[in-house]
């Protein structure tokens, strides 16, 4: 993220202070901004796809734990009933 700040720091100043005369600042960074416009739409999609995998990842993960504690449970059980049977 700090590149992409710096980035933009570096475009627009650099095309705000290089404005061909008689071009408005507005007009000669139009191309600068699109550009970046388009890294930071991106840059956030990407983030967003991470965080989308991630969280799947995540409920994935929760659900197999939970999984393992019901298997776990079942044991503990049946070995309870089996030393109880014993006695």
């Not at 071009?23 to 991106?42: F, G, H, M, T, W």
């Not at 197999?64 to 449970?73: G, N, T, V, Y």
Request: proline share 2%; aromatic share 0%; glycine share 4%.
């Amino acid at each position: 993220m700090k590149a992409i700040v710096l980035l933009a720091a570096i475009l627009l100043a650099g095309c705000a202070a290089t404005g061909p005369a008689g071009v408005s600042a507005d007009a000669s960074c139009k191309p600068e901004i699109e550009r970046l416009n388009a890294l930071l739409a991106a840059e956030t999609a990407e983030r967003q796809r991470l965080m989308r995998a991630a969280s799947r990842r995540e409920e994935a993960l929760r659900r197999q734990l939970e999984a393992m504690k019901s298997i776990e449970r079942g044991i503990l059980e049946r070995e309870d009933r089996l030393s109880t049977e014993t006695r």
